[in-house]
């Protein structure tokens, strides 16, 4: 995955985090599914202006655990939330606020 990327929210997920714990809301699929403490805090900062290095980086240095694991992991996720459409990417930033309703 090129780290290079921008991420961005998709436009048909809407997303609650309550008490640290972020659970998406899947539109189109009328779904809901809740991240783990570490997946919400990566959410979190997914906001259209942070790359995917960007995401790595901030995940290494805020968690315990080998820096290639922590990047496979990031990456997985990443991948994961992209197939269900919940995130897209871009080499562009992209415009606008990414917020959460």
């Known amino acids: 995955m090129d780290a290079n990327l921008f991420v961005a929210k998709g436009i048909n997920v809407s997303c609650r985090t309550i008490n640290g714990t972020s659970c998406i809301l899947f539109e189109d699929k009328k779904e809901v599914v809740s991240l ?9 900062m997914i906001n259209g202006a942070t790359k995917v290095g960007d995401l790595i980086q901030e995940s290494i240095n805020n968690f315990d655990g080998d820096r290639i694991f922590i990047e496979k992991s990031v990456i997985s996720f990443l991948e994961e939330l992209s197939t269900e459409g919940a995130i897209v990417f871009s080499l562009e930033k992209f415009e606008g606020v990414m917020k959460n309703v």
């Open 36 to 44: 783990n403490e570490t997946a919400s805090i990566i959410w979190e």
